[in-house]
């Protein structure tokens, strides 16, 4: 069993026991401990169940490798599934259940499948529910669905919060072990700005479990020498629990500090999200060890050799009172040697290679240890848990030679670099064969901007398995000079890459062998999917669901690679490795949104009169960021009943509409008036200053994208008006042009949007309202429609410009936005017994459409050109040249097959639904039915008490009167073509 | 994540203070031109594994059109220069030479 | 005539650092030839401040001039003299290509103080505060909307937005500044 040793463990507080839950559980650890370690000083070594064949897990590693160990962790709005009990800090309280598992752990029923499991193998989803092909939707994927996952998402918001944060230096270091170190020291006196980011609790790394001593000290003290010398280095920043993600172009980093995981409640951010730019990274990622394939190699009390070591060392937590070594290289002869120390019992080393004589193996068999040379494990029994392995000839084909009992069985597979963060951003491996590993080839590193490389690996991660070579290198990294820090440890003999154990497996055995423990993979699927033609390890990759869990194959993508190698007879750097992509482990959701959650998940624009509006029960409709009225519904009223009143009381009355989210942009220069023509489709040049035009501007491909008014404000300024959504798309719009392709013409513009209220006036007693404020000639003689005055309204420097979207008479006011509030109060005082009320964006509509004029968004789609909308007047015919001329030239955007747009209305007076299509007779190409037209705008008009539409319809105007059949669901409503001005044709209501 | 570095406020700027615009030293074809040549300047845009040259927009930063020359490749910038110009700057092409002998030209 | 509003009406909330809004500031937005000499005339006779240099603030008395672009200044001043300063540039911009546009209802100022300022728009802003001197302004992106930035006081950052997303401005950097959420190295 595993348990806690009366003695020892450098990293936990046994003055602090911390109480905690697994599936309901009391258990106790100390703080310190990794979850793991509490668990396995509890003795709950299986932890969770495997994705296909629900075996049982247990803990493999120590760290960020760890494919089983994954628990949900916390309670309600603190729940989340699939935390890594291996890299975890233990907390007090922690409550922990385990995963994949029902209706418990121990009594598992999806256990069944792995009686299945011989008719599981790779590729068995797409073998088999590939027919029936209706069977997929219906039967298949709702069966799948209920097993797939791991993990129950929580069911409420998450309570925490999270931030991310900017940052940049000339080097980041990824890695605060003595190699990080090391090369933070080197590159910090040599004045560069250096940031070392560590991804646990505990700066140091490896080093002080496995026993180097660093110029003459124990690396604990070593290590501790260094962070001070780095603290107190005014261009040095070291931050723990920070783990990098990602390496992206350019040096540009992600890394995800843990601020809070460890005091959950504290009114802390949980996760900071760093995005840092770097000069220049040094990835410090250490190595990490591969496990060995034989049969059983998943059973609970199978872990990692360095991880058993951590465990005993770090937590003083025994993972069992017998342990058998197995192992391909000198290493883990250190894991014997620990467990001895702790006063545990190592029944034997199996060392696959054919000669263990090296200081280790001496060492180990001089504590009286039996090294048994050439051998390996032939299968593991136990279920739950080991109890013995069975020894056999590793250049056998699984003879048992003899069966020793045992509870945990540690292994070594050798070591494999973290490469990732090297390989992200595009660097190059080379293979080692010596050493059975991938190593980053500096002379294919990662290039950036000025390209010369960005990323260099130090220590373990470029390769450096020794701790002498480790120190050299990464002193060299960091730019160091003068001597490195000097690294002593036991030598240790070559390594004898095993990629099955023993070699000569038979496909039984080769069917207990675990690749990918959380994706269930075997050596067996690897195997067959070569037999099945699968020569790219990307494919075998999907296929396999290989190296594709949570974990991304830390462990196991080498050994599968190797595997695949072997079934296809080639050499593995001919097969190569799959693409390394970032995050190196997951990070958080809640990280990557950071701040961006409730009120601040995006800006929500604000026009002055956005609080009236608030308090006067708008009711809100987004328009690009900003959020409009679209009706003001009083007690006991809809919304529809609302938009009525509105739209009645306007037309009889008065209605207020805040219109300041238009876009206002001033032009001006001595070529403004050329610009305007050649950005709009008519003629701005020649309008007289103090007068109004309507105008259309389209893209260089013909499209109207958007119109307003635009006001001649002085001979060498115009102010343009755009829509709501466009004001800064066309700001920039122009700025292109002035800047990319009209240089040389003297035009400045400015985009003044929220500089100003702007609050439509609008109905028969609109005026009166203007003349009660006072201090403006507003009459029909001196301000006619179409023109525009400036002065002064109710005291506040106001324009007036009288146009009108409604129809009616109407004004529309601009005054600073710092007045807005002011001037929209004065209206409504002073218009109250003129019938003075607000109405929203769905009224504008209304009356907007019973005058049949269009709408950016409603009648165009990005497909329309104004002619299709009958705007033809408002396109120059002169004019040699303006942006998109040329396109509406070209012979699709002249056909007289064209939809077009025209009034319509349902025989029976109903409202047409929004977007529904008019069918044509034939079909497609596709088999669809054609079709001939399609309705962009629809309402009930209060004003005519009947539903009015417009649409674009194949030759529409040619075809007044006819009748059309509309398709909305299963239902056909006929409707008549006319045109589309329902309401005062002749426009004697605005002209008053 | 690109940095760019803007021309005319010396700002290394960030991709996300940038907007992009596309292809470079595009000449505008109005009316009278062929079809072709219309077809050419709206629709036809190079897509180079290797030396190409870019709109970028100083969005978030002082509002100016640039123009970057990089390795669509390996993202090494070449440099980047003012939008006033209806090629390559003879700095700008040496700069790409130096890097990329084989370069075939603008 | 009716008192003019900002658009926080000066709110404030205390973290780690403080922000507050700064309540209705003059702003003139000037756009020109800013090597010709009647530029660097028309300004000094307007405001007293010195044509700034590339991304450099120029300061007379309590009026700011910014520069923002190549052939753009943003002029700070009090908020009721905007109107008289941008006549008397126009005026004496008369004949020369050149824009003047008052734009003090357009924005919303920000100060952020204390020793920790910096740390309230690091995670923000995709800027080195480290390497930001003074009398430089910064014109970036504050998470999602735009935003400029420069170093007005000792342990003090102002910060210019549009006026319509002041309250997301100051909610973001009030939430930014909450304590606890220092940027400290542990």
Redesign the interface.
């Known amino acids: 069993m595993s348990t806690r040793l009366a003695t020892g463990g450098r990293l936990i507080d046994r003055t602090k026991p911390l109480g905690f839950t697994f599936d309901g559980r009391a258990l106790r650890g100390y703080a310190g401990d990794t979850l793991a370690a509490a668990l396995l000083a509890n003795d709950q070594m299986m932890i969770a169940r495997s994705f296909k064949y629900h075996r049982p897990r247990g803990i493999l590693a120590a760290g960020v490798e760890e494919p089983n160990a994954l628990v949900g962790l916390g309670q309600g709005p603190r729940h989340e599934p699939d935390q890594r009990a291996t890299t975890t800090e233990l907390f007090a309280d922690a409550a922990m259940v385990s995963q994949n598992a029902w209706p418990s752990l121990t009594l598992d029923v999806g256990a069944l499948n792995t009686l299945f499991a011989r008719f599981l193998p790779a590729g068995f989803y797409y073998k088999t529910f590939m027919f029936p092909r209706f069977a997929w939707k219906h039967l298949y994927e709702p069966v799948v669905r209920l097993s797939a996952g791991i993990g129950k998402a929580p069911a409420e918001p998450d309570a925490d919060r999270y ?6 230096t000339d080097v980041l270091i990824a890695g605060g072990g003595i190699a990080g170190l090391t090369a933070a020291l080197a590159a910090a006196q040599g004045g560069q ?1 250096v940031l070392v980011l560590e991804q646990t609790a505990h700066w140091g790394g490896r080093a002080p479990v496995d026993g180097v001593a660093i110029d003459g000290k124990p690396a604990d003290a070593w290590v501790a020498e260094a962070l001070a010398t780095l603290r107190a280095m005014p261009n040095v ?5 920070t783990m990098v993600a990602g390496v ?5 980093v992600i890394a995800q500090e843990s ?1 809070a995981d460890h005091l959950p409640g ?4 949980r996760h ?1 999200l760093w ?1 840092i ?1 770097a000069r220049r990274i040094i990835a410090a990622t250490g190595a990490i060890e591969r496990p060995l394939a034989f049969a059983g190699n998943d059973i609970p009390g199978v872990m990692l050799a360095s991880a058993a070591r951590d465990y005993v060392v770090n937590f003083a937590v025994s993972p069992g009172d017998r342990t058998v070594i197995v192992t391909n290289n000198d290493d883990a002869y250190r894991t014997a040697l620990a467990l001895l120390d702790a006063g545990l019992v190592v029944p034997a080393i199996l060392d696959a290679r054919a000669t263990a004589s090296g200081e280790l193996p001496n060492m180990a068999r001089a504590r009286g240890i039996r090294v048994l040379e050439g051998r390996g494990i032939a299968k593991v029994k136990g279920g739950k848990r080991v109890r013995a392995v069975q020894v056999c000839a590793q250049a056998g084909e699984g003879a048992e030679l003899e069966t020793i009992a045992c509870d945990c069985v540690a292994m070594s597979g050798g070591f494999s670099p973290v490469v990732h963060l090297f390989s992200q951003p ?1 660097g190059k491996l080379a293979w080692d064969a010596a050493n059975g590993m991938f190593t980053p080839d500096p002379a294919r590193a990662p ?5 010369q490389p960005f990323v260099a690996c130090a220590g373990a991660a470029s390769g450096a398995l020794q701790a002498h070579d480790c120190l050299e290198g990464a002193h060299a990294a960091g730019g160091g000079t003068g001597p490195a820090p000097q690294a002593s440890a036991p030598p240790e003999a070559p390594m004898q890459p095993v990629w099955m154990m023993p070699q000569g497996a038979p496909p039984a055995l080769r069917a207990k062998m675990w690749l990918d423990f959380q994706n269930d993979v075997k050596v067996s699927d690897v195997q067959l999917a070569a037999r099945e033609g699968y020569v790219s390890v990307e494919h075998t990759k999907r296929y396999t669901t290989l190296g594709m869990a949570s974990d991304q194959g830390k462990m196991s993508n080498i050994n599968g690679l190797a595997i695949l190698s072997d079934a296809l007879g080639q050499p593995i750097p001919a097969t190569g490795t799959t693409t390394f992509r970032p995050p190196y482990a997951p990070i958080s959701f809640g990280a990557i949104a950071g ?2 959650r409730g ?2 998940f ?7 009169m956005h609080g009236w509006h608030e308090a006067n029960g708008a009711h809100w409709e987004p328009v690009g ?2 959020r409009r009225p679209y009706c003001y519904p009083r007690a006991g009223e809809t919304q529809t009943q609302a938009v009525m009143r509105e739209v009645t009381n306007t037309r009889q009355h008065l209605g207020l509409l805040d219109a300041s989210t238009l876009g206002k942009i ?1 032009v ?3 070529d403004a008036g050329r610009f305007l023509d050649m950005l709009y489709t008519g003629v701005m040049s020649t309008l007289p200053v103090g007068k109004c035009r309507y105008g259309l501007m389209c893209s ?2 013909g499209f109207l994208m958007d119109d307003g008014v635009v006001v001649r404000l002085a001979d060498d300024t115009w102010l343009c008006h755009t829509t709501t959504g466009g004001a800064d798309r066309i700001h ?1 719009h122009m ?2 042009w002035l ?3 009209w ?1 040389d013409w ?1 035009v ?3 985009n ?5 209220a702007q609050i439509a006036i609008v109905g028969p007693n609109a005026r009166e309202l203007l003349q009660r404020l006072g201090g403006l000639d507003v009459s029909r003689e001196a301000l006619p429609f179409m023109a525009f005055a400036e002065g ?1 309204l ?3 420097p106001a324009r007036v410009f009288r146009i009108s979207f409604s129809g009616e008479l109407s004004y529309e006011v601009a005054v ?4 807005g ?3 929209w109060n ?1 209206c409504l005082a002073a218009g109250a017994d003129l019938g003075a009320m607000p109405y929203g964006t769905e009224a504008l509509h209304v009356l907007r459409a019973e005058k049949g004029f269009i709408m950016i968004g409603d009648e165009t789609d990005g497909t329309v050109i104004p002619q299709d909308l009958g705007l033809g007047w408002a396109i120059s015919k002169k004019k ?2 303006y942006l998109g ?3 509406q ?2 012979a699709h955007m002249t056909n007289p097959d064209r939809w077009k747009l025209v009034g319509l209305e349902t025989l029976d007076g109903s409202v047409l639904p929004d977007g529904v299509l008019a069918p044509a007779p034939g079909v497609n190409a596709n088999g669809q039915r054609l079709t001939q037209g399609r309705v962009t705008s629809t309402y009930f008009s209060p004003t005519l008490g009947r539903g009015i539409a417009m649409g674009l319809v194949a030759r529409g105007p040619e075809r007044m009167g006819e009748e059309i059949d509309f398709v909305a669901g299963d239902k056909t409503i006929r409707a008549r073509i006319r045109d589309q001005v329902f309401y005062d044709k002749d426009g004697e209501k605005q002209n008053v | 994540m690109l940095t760019l570095t803007c021309p005319y406020c010396g700002i290394a700027a960030d991709e996300t203070e940038l907007a992009p615009g596309g292809q470079a030293h595009l000449k505008r074809f109005g009316p009278g031109s062929s079809d072709d040549e219309f077809e050419g300047y709206l629709f036809a845009r190079k897509n180079p594994k290797g030396v190409h040259f870019e709109r970028w927009r100083h969005a978030y930063g002082c509002g100016k059109w640039f123009l970057a020359a990089r390795c669509t490749a390996t993202l090494e910038v070449f440099g980047t220069y003012p939008a006033q110009v209806t090629e390559p700057p003879p700095e700008i092409i040496a700069a790409i030479k130096a890097k990329r002998p084989d370069w075939k030209g603008f | 005539m009716s008192e003019p509003t900002s658009a926080l009406g000066g709110s404030s909330a205390e973290g780690f650092a403080r922000v507050t809004e700064a309540g209705l500031h003059g702003m003139i937005t000037l756009r020109g030839d800013l090597a010709a000499p009647a530029m660097a005339r028309a300004l000094k006779a307007a405001t007293g401040c010195a044509l700034p240099g590339q991304r450099a603030i120029s300061a007379h008395g309590a009026n700011l001039a910014a520069w923002m672009a190549p052939d753009e200044l943003l002029l700070l001043l009090p908020y009721p003299e905007a109107a008289a300063i941008c006549a008397k540039l126009e005026t004496a911009l008369a004949g020369e290509h050149a824009l003047v546009a008052n734009v003090s209802d357009a924005r919303a100022l920000f100060r952020i103080t204390g020793a920790k300022a910096d740390q309230v728009l690091a995670k923000l802003c995709p800027v080195d505060f480290a390497a930001l001197p003074a009398a430089e302004i910064r014109r970036t992106r504050a998470a999602q909307v735009a935003a400029a930035l420069w170093r007005s006081a000792p342990d003090e950052i102002s910060l210019i937005c549009f006026r319509s997303v002041a309250r997301y401005m100051f909610d973001l950097l009030a939430t930014s500044a909450r304590p606890g959420s220092e940027l400290a190295p542990a």
């Open positions: 931030e991310q944060a900017y940052d940049f700005r920043t070291l931050r723990r629990r992206y172009d350019h040096g540009f601020v504290a009114d802390l951010p900071r995005r730019r595009g290039t950036g901007a000025d390209g701040e961006a009120e601040i995006q800006p929500l624009r604000r026009t002055p960021l900003w001033v001006k220069g001595p260089e491909n920039a700025e292109d800047q990319c392709e240089w003297q400045y513009t400015a003044l949007t929220e500089q100003f002064t109710a005291g506040i600073p936005a710092s007045h509030l002011a001037f004065a040699p040249d001329k040329r396109a030239e070209r």
